[in-house]
């Protein structure tokens, strides 16, 4: 299944009153970094989300590993780890050069209209992100 | 151990294009809670940092079971699970009257000015929060 | 007209780097403030959206007189400065007991589906908001 | 004095409920954009906290113009309008392509550790960032 890595540089107003990048960033960056994977994999989004369904977080489990500052350039990496009709997992790492900054297990599901786990038409499988 | 309950209000700003609180918000929501049960404690936070040390979260592990939405009135529960001298964990419960919203499982630790795992003086014994 | 009061507390992650309550969170207290002036008013907000129409902001002009920190309690001061039917004024004023901390006038106006300045059904005048 | 465009992708979680950039949002935008172009012209930042001083945001003047939404490329115009040793007002326009998004006036002051305003050293000066 496709890998694929992001970069995006630190931005001032997300760190907190350490200097730190805010924990709660992270959990951004990594929705930001799965967009990013969707669209390298020529998926949809948009199309799901008029056919009436949508994709919903059901849980994010991140560990955070070592800082990260103002203008750092970080990576990263996005791999499914598990690829369902309906439901999945990517793993998730944050780099700074060759430093693990965080890393993160991510469960999603496609829901319908009303919110419920629901397998959306042929054309948005997310088990055909893969290349 | 205590268990503590913070109440608040979602802001209209909280939530994202679905017109749910974004799933990184509850983060920052966790970390508010967290700080009212040490202020009710009256675990004596500024001090910690005056000593040269500060707590550095290491894991969140969140599920989310159902969205909230602008104006709703969460409560968040938070009781320390594991309450160490140097690392704890947290479990946190946001609700929004009988029906859960989101469950974590927070970790921290203690680190010092190098951001090493470290015990602070005895005065600011985590373990000590429990009344 | 009328003139409203919001207090809220300054939550830690919406400080940054220098301890201060960071610039464009000031924005966010101002619609949060705002959204509850027109809860005050019995404005139906969510009936204006169902009706195709929604308030868009044109102009936000605030100035910073001192800064905020993390559990400071601040009072939002809100009231109209010029209100029509399709577009107005209002002058926010956040305050730490006596001490100013910003001051804003933020210029908004109603809009169709299409995003032009457009007048809602009469219900929603807002000149009706004042009692 | 030296005009500098910063490019920015507008990420999902900016958006608010209508699916627009967050109103807020665009002045974390800026402030980003003003930090690249003190990068841009060599200004040490880091250099004056060390010494000291920080810069404060006395005043910020943004008109919306037209809406902005998830994936939009924007660049960020930043051009001196006064600059003297101890403030200055930044103009900046927000464009995606050629349809102005926004535009501000954002008027600042370097300030002491007592966060009075106060001329830095002279390596500092503000007044030096023209090349």
């Known amino acids: 299944m496709m890998k694929h890595v992001t970069t995006l540089t630190v931005r001032p107003y997300e760190c907190d009153s350490y ?29 799901l989300i008029r056919s009436g369904f949508f994709t919903f977080i059901t849980r994010v489990d991140i560990s955070y590993r070592s800082p990260a500052f103002a203008d750092d350039v970080l990576e990263i990496e996005t791999e499914p780890e598990d690829l369902r009709k309906v439901r999945g997992v ?42």
Chains 1, 2, 3, 4 share one sequence.
């Open 19 to 47: 200097g730190h990048v805010n924990h709660a960033v992270y959990v951004n960056y990594l929705e930001h970094a799965r967009m990013q994977y969707l669209h390298a994999a020529n998926f949809d989004y948009k199309g």
């Open 90 to 131: 990517m793993h998730q790492v944050v780099r700074r050069g060759e430093i693990v900054i965080a890393e993160a297990h991510v469960h999603w599901c496609v829901v319908n209209a009303e919110g419920r786990p629901s397998r959306p038409p042929s054309a948005f499988d997310m088990g055909g992100m893969a290349p």
